[in-house]
């Protein structure tokens, strides 16, 4: 199983990224795919995922109207569509593979239920 991040880079303050999280060896069908970041100093905490159910999506607070989660089954990849970027969004994005879940919102503060993790892409908001 690998997934691979990517997309992240440096950008203006509301401005805008796109991330992608290419999954092989595991299907979006079988896996609730999620994005978490991690601050330096900071625990690394759930930003959104969406589920294989359906397709359902779910953000923490901090993101929610500005940030986007998709997913395209035919290329198992997941993206998340980041803008009016902050500074406080800097961080290294991860994305994870796990499920089911009984509450997607929940799974977001708890990383220790994904299986699977991809390498992390650096997203830098700055002037």
């Known amino acids: 199983v690998q997934l691979q991040a990517s997309g992240g880079g440096l950008v203006q303050p509301g401005g805008s990224l796109r991330l992608s999280c290419a999954a092989s060896?595991?299907?979006?069908?079988?896996?609730?795919i999620a994005w978490f970041r991690q601050a330096p100093g900071k625990e690394r905490g759930g930003v959104s995922c969406?589920?294989?159910?359906?397709?359902?999506?779910y953000y923490t607070d901090s993101v929610k109207g500005r940030f986007t989660i998709s997913r395209d089954i035919a290329k198992n990849t997941v993206y998340l569509q980041m803008t009016s970027l902050k500074p406080e969004d800097t961080a290294v994005y991860y994305c994870a593979a796990g499920g089911p879940f009984s509450d997607y919102d929940a799974s977001l503060s708890r990383a220790y239920l994904y299986n699977f993790w991809g390498q992390g892409t650096q997203v830098t908001v700055s002037s």
């Open positions: 969406i589920s294989n159910v359906d397709g359902s999506t």
């Open positions: 060896g595991l299907s979006l069908d079988y896996y609730t």
